[in-house]
């Protein structure tokens, strides 16, 4: 129960002040907020399925021989299948920021019934051209659900755990990329579409059970309900009425500033929007352009030419388990370290694996001669694993949770909807870029030239940490105050 009565009696302390001591004198107030976030986290684990899909299916395709109506697909085709997913995303991003205006839980329950439909026809698909189609639909609704996801925990969340909770949804992500890898081992790609099928039929069922996010409500005028849904996040016995009166207030200041300062057609050059969408666009480039993508949707196929001896599936696993234990770790670090030294930390780890995973290719495929194949040939499969494994830590633990975080943190509300459209569109368009161009950089530069591209352009992210990415930790969600938006710069 809040300790309210002897907060109220201290008159020489600010409102502010007040609401944020009784933050601190009641943990129970955080219980429905991490119920609500655990609701919608079943849409990245859907996200996470869907990711983890691709690595076992492409080598089942591409092993199976063709049989009753069923085909094998080459590398062409896969990494059509793989980024065509990435390419839907990215009208996806358009579609999610447009329709976000009428409500976060709203968007959400009328997408998720849809893309099961699109697993089940995965599974059903006769033809490359149909798997195709079906991937494109699919990234389509998968990205206004984990776009929008993001969004809702960031407005229902207070400070002190937001960072905690949108890690979270990396958790059940990757806890979804896991169970993919794991079945996958041992089913064919149309039974695991299945498998995959039955996540959005959850994620469905529990947003019947959550409240629409506070400041949406408020934002489309609809106070009562607004009341409503904040006291059902903040518990029975949260006095409300400070935050809602600053969400309120933040609300008619951001709409005076806009009518003010901005017209329509000046949205897209507001330094509210602008400098935003510069850093997370630039944050989901380096996320994009530096190889994890590759390592999941290829994990299998990769290992298979690079391991010796090891279970090419056992290290796809390896790479599932990793992923889920840097997430819970990130987790944990993310509102205490800090958002800046997590990405300093992933970036130097990242060069660094992809450096020396690019390096033992170039000796295995350039250097070593076919006469040195003895019988240790698979003694040096931990060396891949291993830079694979630190490549997969580092960018569990900064990168990956962080450039989705700081999309729901440094937009404004009023631009909330665009700002995450536009970040999280060029996020999937790079993704798209990325995964498609994997195969024709491979037979440019080899295997090897691929990761050493990928090791310098993580470097080249490193500096754009350390230049341009502000720290957010602790700070209040700013919904309207347009000082905080136009001060982000290099002077922190």
Known sequence: MCEKASLHKMTNITPETRVMMMRSVDKTCYRRQILAALAVSLGPFAAGLSKGYMSPAIASMQDSKPSNGSFTVDDQQASWIASLSFLG????????????????????????????????????????????????????????????????????????????????????????????????????????????????????????????????????????????????????????????????????????????RTSKIKVLFSKRLTRPVLITCGLMFFQKFTGAHVFSFYAVPLFKKTFKIMNPHGGAIAIGVVQLLASCLSGMLIDHVGRLPLLLVSGVMMSMALAGFGSYLYYDDILRSPTDITQDVGSYDWIPLICVLTFTIAFSLGISPIASLLIGELFPLDYRSIGSALATSFGHLCGFLSIKTKADFQSLIGLHGLFWLYAGISVLGLLFVVLFVPETKGREIDEMDPRYVESLCINR
């Open 89 to 260: 995303a990215l009208v996806g991003g358009i579609i999610g920021g447009m329709t976000m205006r009428l409500g976060r839980r709203a968007v959400l329950l009328a997408a998720a019934l849809p893309y099961t439909l699109t697993w089940l026809t995965t599974a059903l698909a006769s033809s490359v051209n149909m798997l195709a189609a079906v991937s494109f639909c699919g990234g389509v609704l998968l990205c206004c659900i984990t776009m929008i996801t993001q969004v809702y925990v960031t407005e229902i969340a207070l400070p002190e755990i937001r960072g905690c909770l949108s890690s979270v949804l990396k958790i059940l992500n990757y806890i979804g990329i896991l169970i993919s890898y794991s079945v996958g081992a041992y089913l064919n790609w149309y039974h695991l579409a299945l498998v995959v099928a039955t996540a959005p039929v959850l994620l469905f069922l529990a947003l019947l059970f959550i409240p629409e996010t506070p400041s949406s409500l408020l934002l489309r005028g609809k106070e009562e309900k607004a009341a409503e849904a904040l006291q059902w996040l903040r518990g029975p016995e949260a006095d409300i009425r400070q935050e809602l009166a600053t969400i309120r207030t933040n609300i008619l200041a951001s709409k005076q500033y806009h009518d003010s």
